[in-house]
């Protein structure tokens, strides 16, 4: 079952591509914290997926080769329609997955929960997930970790965002102020 689209949809996208983090290369930052996500649920499988208007990227992922999804598959498409984790124990038992190829298929997802990357003005960006090929739950404190851990996400991505303002902003200045000193007359 295909996810419906969040009611801000136009306007989340237009937040995600402000980010301007589609598609760039693997941080460090970004594996640590999937990475300590998958050690504190005990999951084979951790991504930091960030949802377009038609895949899910992964900006990190652990357990997995694939770099994307699409959107009509994606269990985060989901879980950016709410404010809190999606758990879902078991996929071939949910009516929205059970015939989800990811499901039946390869990888043979059984187990997902996914804690939505909410920007500061509010709009879920993607996810942070962990992913299991067994059926089961997590702990009260594996829940709290992983809606911790997709906080530092946000936290990192809104970093990176500022850091990438500033140093445009330093260009601009740089280049605004050649061009000052060049029309100076010269005495």
């Not at 770099?67 to 709410?82: F, M, N, Q």
């Not at 997930?129 to 990192?156: F, G, N, P, S, Y």
Request: hydrophobic share 40%.
């Amino acid at each position: 079952m295909k996810a419906p689209l969040p009611k801000n949809e136009g306007q989340r996208i237009k937040v995600l591509w402000q980010y301007d983090i589609l598609d760039t290369v693997p941080e460090e930052a970004f594996d640590e914290l999937a990475d300590l996500a998958r050690l504190i649920c005990g999951a084979p499988v951790a991504l930091i997926s960030l949802v377009d208007e038609n895949r899910q990227w992964f900006k990190s992922r652990l357990g997995v080769n694939v770099k994307e999804t699409s959107r009509d598959v994606s269990l985060c498409a989901h879980a950016i329609l709410g404010k809190d984790l999606l758990i879902v124990p078991d996929a071939t038992k949910d009516k929205r997955f059970k015939n989800n190829p990811l499901v039946t298929t390869g990888p043979k997802i059984r187990f997902y929960a996914g804690a939505p990357l909410i920007s500061p003005d509010g709009y879920a960006l993607g996810t942070l997930c962990v992913i299991d090929r067994v059926a089961r739950k997590l702990t009260a404190d594996q829940k709290r970790a992983l809606r911790i851990l997709a906080r530092h996400v946000m936290t990192q991505l809104d970093l990176r965002h500022h850091t990438r303002e500033l140093a445009q902003a330093r260009a601009e200045i740089a280049r605004l102020n050649r061009q000052v000193k060049s029309s100076k007359p010269r005495r």
